[in-house]
T-cell receptor, first 111, second 115 residues
Framework: GQQVMQIPQYQHVQEGEDFTTYCNSS?????IQWYKQRPGGHPVFLIQLVKSGEVKKQKRLTFQFGEAKKNSSLHITATQTTDVGTYFC???????????FGTGTRLQVTL | NAGVTQTPKFRVLKTGQSMTLLCAQD?????MYWYRQDPGMGLRLIHYSVGEGTTAKGEVPDGYNVSRLKKQNFLLGLESAAPSQTSVYFC??????????????FGAGTRLSVL
């Protein structure tokens, strides 16, 4: 079945540093979604990318979808303690009814 | 608007006991899902439903059963709990089809321990 790999598994940064997580698929994706899960919380939708090479920004967060639609990245500029959590990429598979999640990247931010 | 509500929030079971986790959504969504989340494993799909009266197996269905008798409810059952089923369980729903973005809305989760 389709696999969606994410790296790194964990990253610890000082507040103000940048952070990037990468998502790679073995197959071409129709679209990709990103979710954030705060510690002890539940996943919350951040954004969806659909077009090849698409770039979207949400304040300090920049999301990219690769030209071949097999990879994606999330970049956070000047991290803050509020960015702490696990970031998941996810893609619909098969009949567009099942969402396959990446393994997630846990971000820790310290002062 | 409550969104997706899961009950109970916490539960401790003994091996061999049974229980049912309830998920209710008030967004009139067609699709509903049950995931389990274990440390370092991300979210794994147990079962899902694309409409009232339908269910389908996900990635890790063994040891679980589900029912979708009403559109707004999706039940996850453990007939004979095992320690390997200790996990955090999340329910999610989405409108499905071509209308929206197929954004999944998650409940707050059920933390289950099987001793």
């Amino acid at each position: 079945g389709q696999q969606v790999m994410q790296i790194p598994q964990y990253q610890h940064v000082q507040e103000g540093e940048d952070f990037t997580t990468y998502c790679n698929s073995s197959t071409t994706l129709s679209n990709i979604q990103w979710y954030k899960q705060r510690p002890g919380g539940h996943p919350v939708f951040l954004i969806q990318l659909v077009k090849s090479g698409e770039v979207k920004k949400q304040k300090r967060l920049t999301f990219q979808f690769g030209e071949a639609k097999k990879n994606s990245s999330l970049h956070i500029t000047a991290t803050q303690t509020t960015d702490v959590g696990t970031y998941f990429c996810a893609a619909y598979t098969g009949t567009a009814s099942k969402l396959t999640f990446g393994t997630g990247t846990r971000l820790q931010v310290t002062l | 608007n409550a969104g997706v509500t899961q009950t109970p929030k916490f539960r401790v079971l003994k091996t061999g006991q049974s229980m049912t986790l309830l998920c209710a959504q008030d967004m009139n969504h067609e699709y509903m899902y049950w995931y389990r989340q274990d440390p370092g494993m991300g979210l794994r799909l147990i079962h899902y439903s694309v409409g009232e009266g339908t269910t389908a197996k996900g990635e890790v269905p063994d040891g679980y059963n589900v029912s979708r008798l009403k559109k707004q409810n999706f039940l996850l059952g453990l007939e004979s709990a095992a320690p390997s089923q200790t996990s955090v369980y999340f329910c999610a729903s989405t409108d499905g089809g071509g209308g929206g973005k197929n954004i999944q809305y998650f409940g707050a989760g059920t933390r289950l321990s099987v001793l």
